[in-house]
């Protein structure tokens, strides 16, 4: 189905003009003579695809249209035209939500790549979305028994706030899931999620998988690689079996969890860690075991804050 264009503007050859352009490039397009007509339009259900407006219109200034059009839909693609532009009115007008602002006289090529930039991006939006919406379908706890009412409840508890989360459990009994769910009950929703599994790491890898590491840091080091703190940032990075890390790693760890920073294998430059961890240890853990001083104290940080 072609995407729908409405063009406003008080000139009919502009109307005649960017009609016949973008009905060749196989657009459906409407037209409105001023501000009121075209609200009728955007206003119908469904609204345009994308709206080319004019600023300066007799009945209704383009302004108040597209201030009126985004109340009505706020996530409207609308592309404001003006003979008279200045940059006072082009920032009021992409601050009230236009997508872009061109002046006249018209490149009616720039128009057509802009209109097709606008529709294109609005399109992965919409898919990114789809996507996301699935992402959460596929990954949402089920049942209704006590412990899985009471397990949804910890979950939307923990995932607003900005603590790190520790996450015990026997193996196969769903911890990924519930560092998933608190991901996308966070602020957080909408940055990376990544999950770094501790135990299929090698020992001799499992920095450069953490941290990163520069250029010429080791042998094979060809280029400088970003470690899976600096990836997530923003968003959540998800260490799972942190247990089965050595004693080394889990102490660098640590420092990192301790002071927000962290270092590139080979490198001097301090990166600073906005991600928010999660942690599991795999089966149920008793934080005052004799296992090992730096797991024991590693745990204490993961649920410390």
Same mark, same amino acid.
């Given at each position: 189905m072609p995407?729908?264009? /409405?063009?406003?503007?008080? =000139?009919?050859g502009i109307l005649d003009t960017l009609s016949g352009i973008l009905q060749d490039e196989?657009?459906?397009?409407s037209v409105a003579k001023g501000g009121q007509d075209a609200l009728k339009l955007i206003k119908a259900d469904p609204p345009p695809d994308l709206v080319l407006l004019d600023i300066w219109m007799p009945d209704l200034d383009g302004i108040e249209? /597209?201030?009126?059009?985004? =109340?009505?839909?706020?996530?409207?693609?609308?592309?404001m035209?003006?003979?008279?532009?200045s940059i006072e009115s082009a920032v009021k007008a992409i601050k009230l939500g236009a997508y872009d602002f061109i002046e006249k006289p018209?490149?009616?090529d720039k128009v057509t790549l802009l209109v097709r930039h606008a529709l294109h991006e609005r399109r992965l939006e919409l898919e990114n979305r789809a996507l996301k919406e699935r992402a959460v379908r596929r990954f949402k706890l089920v049942g209704d028994s006590v412990v899985m009412v009471e397990l949804r409840r910890q979950i939307a508890t923990a995932g607003p706030a900005?603590?790190?989360?520790l996450i015990t459990g026997e193996n196969g009994t769903g911890k990924e899931l519930v560092a998933r769910g608190v991901h996308l009950e966070s602020p957080r929703a909408d940055k990376p999620f990544i999950e770094v599994n501790c135990a299929a790491i090698p020992e001799t890898l499992i920095e450069s998988e953490l941290f990163g590491h520069e250029k010429g840091a080791f042998t094979g080091a060809s280029a400088m690689r970003r470690g899976q703190f600096e990836v997530a940032d923003g968003g959540t990075l998800f260490l799972d079996e942190v247990g089965d890390m050595s004693l080394a790693t889990q102490a660098k760890v640590l420092r990192v969890l301790q002071?927000?920073?962290?270092?590139?294998v080979g490198g001097w430059r301090a990166g600073v860690a906005k991600g928010r961890c999660l942690g599991n240890f795999g089966p149920a853990i008793n934080i005052g075991q004799n296992n090992s001083g730096a797991r024991k104290t590693l745990t204490g940080a993961c649920l410390a804050r």
């Open positions: 995407n729908h264009i /409405l063009i406003v503007d008080d =000139e009919p196989s657009y459906e397009v249209t /597209l201030q009126r059009a985004m =109340e009505a839909h706020p996530r409207l693609l609308v592309i035209m003006s003979g008279h532009g018209l490149s009616l900005p603590s790190r989360v002071e927000q920073r962290f270092q590139r």
